[in-house]
């Protein structure tokens, strides 16, 4: 826990970026965008990237390997944030506003949010079930074993994800999906830039990958924990040698499941380290 | 996708801004730029798109609904009425007026005279109207 709380920290000088106000710019506006959000995204990728290797060899019961990944994720989305946060902000004394409602839907890629939405919820209930059925070790840690009881045999099975790993992983993921919230709200929010001449320029194609880029970073901050989840507990279900149907059952479909949250996890890397590449989609609805 | 209409506000005016967005957005409702049913922007996004406080905005949309031309439902949104009123006549004659001394400026900025800018308002009106 605390090594999550000082890890975190870490991400103060992101964060304070993105409250500090916009930065100057001299240079056409849609460049500018691009240089600014593209340079605290990546920012915030090497940052999460360096956070996420100490995090990984941090804790030898598995807690830092297991937070690496949200760590990472956690990281890229505040970077995402601080580069919106960048983009300047009107000023002058003329200024313009399209007369239009701009929406997170317009710019987040529809299957991959729904995907992330669904990898999100997976991973919840998941952490639910295993929290409650977790048990102490014989060193006394609360959730870090799953306990049986077959009559004449009884036993343990470690690790398990109780209350031990799912309270710092819920923190932490939590922590990253409030950021990734925060995050659509600025690239939504933030004015349309004005070229010299004083038009309005339409800079959707940023707004997108940006979009792009949080699902992304959402993505991974889910399924790699998910993907590692999955598998500890389908090995904890198993190793119960007296389980009922409903838990082989269970186990299997949760390794038949990580096939699709790996490719989820494809997806949300390629789309956080290059979230230019997607298609163009619908501009906002005019009112 | 036609572009949206835009909405312009000059801080060095001496006409509050609240009262600027108030006269474009009656106009392009009577002008039919909006539509009954159309949603205009957030209260938030249009004051963060202008640089100006929420509660500028705000009373804009206020005097908007006040005079029937909006409609706002909390967590709907504000939307232009179905029946929106039609303009009183002092209001479009001080639109018209706007628009003229609008127009009376730019002519001037060209070098035209008072015959060549009636000229050219007459050349532009349609032989029908």
Known sequence: MVVTVILGL?????????LAG???????????????????????????????????????????????????????????????????????????AAL????????????????VLAAGAALAALLAATTAAGSADDLGRAGRVLAYDCGEIT?????WVGSFYSLPLTLVVGLGVLIAALAVHRLVGRPRPQAAAGDLVLDDAERRRSATAVTGACGVLLTIPLIGVSLVTAAGLLANPCRPQWCTAAAWLLLLLIPAWTVLLAWSAAAVLNPGARATRPAPVAA | MSEPPTLRVDTQDPT??????????????????????????PLRQLAGDLGLAVG???????????????RSRRGGGTHVADQAPAPRADERRQALDRHATA???????????????????????????
């Open chain 1, 100 to 115: 239009e409602t701009r929406q997170g839907r317009h710019y987040l890629p529809r299957r991959a949010f729904r995907a």
């Open chain 1, 155 to 159: 036993g343990t099975h470690g690790p």
């Open chain 1, 10 to 18: 870490l991400l103060v000088p992101l964060l304070g970026v993105a």
């Open chain 2, 16 to 41: 509050p801004p609240y009262e600027q967005l108030r006269r474009q957005l009656v106009e392009l409702i009577h002008s039919g730029v909006l539509r009954p049913g159309d949603r205009l922007p």
């Open chain 2, 103 to 129: 127009y009376l400026r730019q002519a001037r900025l060209l070098g035209a005279d008072r015959e060549a800018a009636l000229d050219a308002v007459r050349r532009a009106w349609p032989a029908d109207g």
């Open chain 1, 22 to 96: 916009p930065s100057a710019a001299g240079e056409p506006a849609t460049d500018h965008i691009r240089r600014t959000t593209r340079r605290w995204r990546w920012a915030g990728l090497t940052l999460g990237a360096v956070i996420a290797a100490v995090a990984a060899g941090y804790d030898p019961l598995g807690r830092g390997i297991l937070l690496a990944a949200p760590l990472f994720g956690l990281c890229v989305l505040a970077g995402v944030v601080a580069g919106e946060s960048r983009v300047v902000r009107p000023t002058g004394t003329a200024r313009q």
């Open chain 2, 56 to 70: 500028t905005v705000a009373r804009t949309y206020r005097e908007l609904e006040t005079a029937g031309l909006v």
